[in-house]
């Protein structure tokens, strides 16, 4: 079985606090020194982990207890650390924000899950001796979690960092690290986070130079890794996969949410869209596609003139379509050759901006039009787990097919379709594009967690995207 390398979570007390600053500080100040060292995420989050797989030169991956579970989430998050002398685990939101009014999916869930000690980074910009006020109630308020050391971030100057310390001195919690105020690690936001690296890669890799200095000089990383090897040896299941298309699915569970057809097929190719626009795509789809069989080519819908010629599937993931509008609908070739490709049966998968690019427009900008409707940004964020269920066919299965996802979005789409039944906490409501062979929606799914829907997928690409 696979095992979990020494490893450590770094929390924050609160959404925004610059858990990602100090997580993708640490992963390059540690690979500068040498040490193999692996990224993972808690939640959903598809920007965080760019900046990770940058700092250290491996992809990060997502421990989402919602849309995976929690025998899946080790599974993962040994994967993340395999070959590693080490595995740094980033979290969502505050140390204890779950999904819900609890701490379901939380940081503190996963660590605890990991079996791993936490690092505290707490914004101290306003603060003295009411820092220790604040750590003594988050390492009581669960005592089966281990609050193994605190990084004081956003510090004043050496006087207030002197003040910090002796505040914090009888918490008994030790001070692994204190970044002081620094513009040059004060990266871009945009309404979803931090911008992507996939949009402007050579001035993040400057930043995290300059940051992986700066927490080398600030942080403790003997401290750190100590920290990191003080977790017991642990062992972990294995990642869920999908059935491959040509072979007979498993009688039970997720996987085996398609039917091997008699008719025949031949190996199937999914088009991945990528590049700044499509930066959404979690590492494990690409590996799970090539699990159930399919051989994967990326493409760039701003340039490429055309799908692949060979694809037997498309698939368009989340990203940031909106910035890149005016580029995306002058590629008419490439919009005017999947409009053609899906009008003969091209079996094709679509979560969030891949929806708005095969909608009709884009707050007016033209686009594929195979979706009957049109896409406008707004100032309202809609964001949540999802519990969805199909209410037609679909490549990812039959009327009724359940999936399991979220949406984080500032779009919204005009009519919104009613494909889809989505459940969430504050209530139901329809929404999506689908048909035998589209399914095109908000939602967005992890391979881990829904192997069957990829299998579905491939089986649908290698059937029906192979007999046009």
């Known amino acids: 079985m696979p095992s979990l390398p020494p490893r450590v979570v770094i929390a924050g007390t609160h959404s925004g606090v610059g ?12 690979t500068a020194r040498g040490v193999r060292v692996g990224a993972a995420k808690v939640g959903p989050d598809f920007i965080d982990p760019g900046y990770h797989a940058m700092a250290c030169g491996r992809a990060s991956r997502n421990l989402d207890v919602r849309l995976c579970g929690e025998d899946t989430v080790r599974a993962v998050a040994a994967r993340a650390g ?6 740094v685990v980033e979290g969502v939101m505050g140390l204890f924000d779950g999904s819900g009014s609890g701490t379901e999916a939380s940081t503190a869930h996963v660590a605890r899950l990991l079996d791993a000690p936490v690092v505290l980074v707490v914004d101290a910009a306003a603060m003295s001796g009411s820092i220790a006020a604040l750590v003594h109630g988050f390492r009581s308020f669960d005592p089966a979690l281990r609050l193994g050391g605190v990084v004081l971030n956003q510090v004043g100057s050496d006087g207030h960092e002197t003040l910090l310390r002796d505040a914090l001195a009888p918490v008994g919690v030790p001070v692994v690290g204190a970044l002081h105020r620094d513009e040059r690690v004060e990266w871009r936001d945009r309404h979803l986070g931090l911008v992507p690296v996939a949009e402007r890669p050579g001035e993040v890799r400057a930043a995290l130079t300059a940051l992986a200095a700066a927490v080398a000089a600030a942080v403790d990383l003997d401290a750190v890794i100590a920290l990191a090897r003080s977790a017991p040896a642990a062992t972990a299941g294995e990642v869920p996969t999908p059935a491959r298309w040509d072979q007979p699915a498993a009688p039970t569970g997720p996987s085996s949410r398609r039917v091997v057809s008699d008719a025949g097929g031949r190996r199937p190719v999914v088009a991945l869209a990528g590049g700044p626009a499509f930066s959404f795509t979690y590492p494990e ?4 596609l090539v699990a159930a069989g ?4 990326p493409f760039d819908p701003r340039h490429d003139p055309a799908l692949p010629a060979q694809a037997t599937g498309l698939i368009a993931g989340g990203g940031f379509p909106e910035v890149f509008a005016a580029e995306l609908a002058a590629n008419r070739p490439l919009l005017d050759d999947v409009r053609r490709r899906l009008g003969d049966g091209l079996p094709t998968w679509a979560e969030c901006g891949g929806l708005l690019w095969l909608a009709r427009s884009l707050d007016g900008a033209p686009l594929a039009g195979v979706v009957p409707a049109d896409g406008r940004m707004t100032d309202r964020l809609t964001l949540g787990y999802r519990t969805a269920t199909t209410r037609c066919p679909s490549p990812l299965g039959p009327t009724g ?4 996802g979220h949406e984080f979005r500032y779009s919204e789409l005009d009519p919104p379709g009613d494909a889809l039944e989505l459940l969430g906490r504050f209530g139901r409501r329809k929404g999506g594009y689908a048909s035998p062979i589209l399914f095109a929606t908000y939602l967005h799914v992890h391979p881990s967690g829904e192997p069957g829907a990829v299998a579905a997928f491939v089986h ?4 029906i995207g192979s007999g046009r």
């Open 19 to 30: 858990k990602t600053t100090v997580a993708a500080g640490l992963l390059a100040a540690l």
């Open 82 to 87: 395999a070959g590693c002398d080490l595995l």
């Open 285 to 288: 789809l690409p590996e799970a």
């Open 294 to 297: 399919a051989e994967v080519v």
């Open 401 to 404: 097919t359940t999936l399991s």
């Open 460 to 463: 649908s690409a290698a059937t």
